[in-house]
């Protein structure tokens, strides 16, 4: 067992941060006391066109929220135009290439002319204030135009992360019922090409609604044409005005739909509105990372995620950050591009995931030593839990014992950061979340739905709305309410379960559903099960999830073969591919264990709870078995796993 040891807030990080331990008590004391003092000053860091007159109205047994009622502002406005005054000429975005030997830099004011003329673009093709665009993009700055230039018009962006296959991102588009596209030729990850466009065009096959496609031209990649729905991106915003006016939204307006996996059905599209995501987006950023003016800060997320979009653009846009956007994966040209980029940049703040963490770590020290990281203040983390020997490396070995790592906690659906610590404000204890952010209410509740008092264990609930909060399920209202507001009632449920230490620290253990976490990736095991009955050879499949050392989480496929089918290494590679076609390569199973038959109850429901045990080889400890219908079934599964 790993020793964890508690690491204090250093004088000299307490002496410049933003708010120390007592300033945080008494901040987070106010934002549960007096929600509407603590958010009308909060809110008052935004710019708003016509001022709200209530503060918040919730319900959570309707799944209602509404934050700021009656304010209207644009998130644009608030991200670019009223920055320009002051910081017109500072750098807004770096981007660096997936070849080290491309980079550019893209200031505020030439941001404000990127995103007028293609929201000027959008809007000569018809595009209007609450349609639905989505946007298919690898890591360029343009995918971060696409998302503000729909914000400017009152569009609902939809971005669908370049990893998932053609099926996944029709089924998205069709979801949300996208009217425009808007992808790149192809991208460029570790020098691998991504054929996106191609991607779109089988998508666009089922999508008769999608009247145009903007692509942006990545690699010069050959592709094939539509004349009649395809734009190149430099053409279409070349002759446009370099002037848009932002429109004025309403508070409550959709901003965006960002589909995520749930424990059951097809992925969810999570809706966040507009004033309630940017004031949570905006605020945890300045508070969580203590950020300073000038300072360089660098999210490796993918702006597919909601990491990309409330930490790469939203957040440190909106306090006028200089934001850092990476095109390339961690690995190349080698194991010290992360360190390489830092120096390169001189980052200042770097947020990264475990699974990214403990991928580096087994290179060893010296990718990163042969580099300085002199220009590092702060490390963040995110995705999934860090176990202690990761933070630890990170700690000592990236952050030279000398950054505050914040271990932030949060969900698509919480749309900003929920539970961190404030680098000026927490002793960290490796492992831990440790505490709320200002006016964010966490509860643990025990199997009756009792809340627990004190140290303990049980399933992260959230006892009250927040500005940030998931507003709907897009086009499907009582899904909302199914999923996150009737397991308990009268609380968000998470999802997750967590332990609460004498010090009122969270440690999150992980989910409580049918929900896995994989190299940071979310994805529902009934997915992809789903995909192997695909599968005219398949009768049945259950999906589980076990320990991996680098991805956090391993998918683990059991398969019951159709009578008369003989399972080969052949049909497995099916599988998988099958899998990858209907999801996209990062939810191929890592291990598939052929079964005949799957450990059921007499009522015929599959028995999860043994299959997880099984995967994870804790087979000492089954638990009841007695309402098994067939227990040679699982002896059955236990020789074939000991047989691998
Ligand atoms: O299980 C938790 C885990 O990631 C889930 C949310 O996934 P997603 O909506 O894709 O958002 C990821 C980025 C915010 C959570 O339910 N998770 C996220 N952050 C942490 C975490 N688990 C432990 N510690 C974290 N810091």
């Not at 360029?140 to 696409?146: D, I, M, S």
């Not at 932002?246 to 809706?271: C, H, N, Q, R, W």
């Amino acid at each position: 067992m790993f020793a964890i040891e508690r690491h204090p807030v250093s004088d000299s990080v307490r002496a410049q941060a933003l708010v120390n331990n007592e300033q945080y008590q008494q901040l987070y004391q106010r934002s549960i006391n007096d929600p509407d003092g603590f958010w009308r000053e909060q809110a008052a860091s935004l710019d708003w066109f016509a001022p709200w007159h209530t503060l918040t109205e919730s319900n959570f047994q309707e799944g209602q929220a509404a934050w700021f009622i009656g304010g209207k502002l644009n998130v644009t406005h608030n991200c670019i135009d009223r920055h320009l005054a002051t910081r017109a000429d500072q750098v807004a975005i770096i981007w660096e290439g997936d070849d080290p030997h491309e980079s550019a830099h893209i200031t505020y004011r030439q941001l404000h002319d990127k995103v007028c003329r293609l929201a000027n673009a959008l809007k000569a093709r018809g595009v209007e204030k609450g349609h639905r665009v989505c946007i298919y993009m690898p890591m360029v700055p343009e995918a971060a135009y696409a998302m503000l230039a729909c914000a400017r018009i009152g569009a609902i962006h939809s971005v669908v992360f370049g990893g998932f296959s053609p099926d996944a991102l029709r089924d998205r588009i069709l979801d949300a019922d996208c009217t425009c596209v808007i992808t790149a030729d192809e991208g460029l990850r570790g020098a691998k090409r991504i054929p996106l466009k191609n991607n779109v065009d089988q998508a666009l096959k089922d999508c008769p609604n999608v009247h145009t496609t903007l692509v942006v031209q990545r690699t010069e990649g050959d592709i094939a044409w539509h004349a009649e729905r395809d734009i190149w991106y430099h053409d279409a915003v070349r002759a446009m005005p370099s002037n848009c006016p932002a429109e004025p939204m309403d508070s409550e307006d959709p901003l965006f739909i960002l589909y995520t996996s749930g424990s059951t059905g097809t992925p969810k599209g999570v809706l966040h509105t507009t004033g309630g995501y940017l004031l949570g987006a905006s605020l945890t950023f300045k508070y969580v990372f203590d950020y300073k003016d000038g300072e360089i800060y660098w999210c490796t997320a993918d702006v597919g995620w909601i990491t990309g979009h409330s930490y790469i653009v939203y957040g440190p846009l909106a306090n006028g950050a200089t934001t850092l956007m990476f095109e390339g994966v961690p690995n190349y040209p080698d194991t010290s591009r992360f360190w390489q980029v830092i120096d390169k940049h001189q980052v200042n703040i770097f947020y990264t995931a475990p699974t990214a963490i403990r991928a580096l770590m087994r290179d060893g020290e010296a990718p990163v030593k042969k580099t300085s990281r002199a220009s590092l203040r702060l490390l963040g983390s995110v995705g999934e839990p860090i176990n202690p020997e990761a933070w630890e490396w990170y700690y000592h070995v990236v952050g030279d014992t000398r950054c505050p790592i914040v271990d932030t906690w949060w969900q698509t659906e919480t749309g900003a950061i929920m539970i961190s610590p404030l680098p000026g404000a927490t002793d960290l204890k490796p492992g831990s979340a440790t505490r709320p952010f200002f006016g964010v209410q966490p509860v643990l509740l025990d199997e009756q739905g009792q809340e627990i008092d004190g140290a303990g264990s049980g399933v992260l609930a959230i006892k009250a709305s927040w500005p940030s909060q998931i507003r709907s399920v897009y086009g499907d209202h009582q899904r909302l309410i199914d999923t996150y507001f009737s397991a308990y009632p009268g609380y968000y449920f998470t999802g997750d379960g967590a332990r609460r230490d004498e010090d009122g620290y969270y440690w999150i253990t992980g989910r409580v559903d049918d929900v896995l976490n994989v190299s940071g990736h979310r994805i529902g095991t009934a997915e992809v099960e789903s995909a192997l009955v695909l599968h005219d050879a398949v009768a049945e499949a259950a999906v589980v999830g076990y320990p991996h050392d680098v991805k956090g989480q391993g998918i683990y496929a059991y398969v019951t073969p159709m009578a008369g089918i003989e399972p080969s290494a052949a049909l497995e590679d099916e599988l998988r591919q099958l899998v990858s076609k209907e999801i996209g390569s990062f939810a191929k199973p890592d291990l598939l264990q052929w079964a005949p038959a799957l450990p059921k109850t007499r009522s015929g429901k599959i028995m999860r709870r043994i299959l997880r045990k099984i995967a994870c080889n804790e087979l000492d400890n089954l638990g009841d078995t007695s309402t098994l219908a067939d227990e040679g079934v699982v002896n059955s599964l236990i020789d074939a796993r000991h047989n691998r």
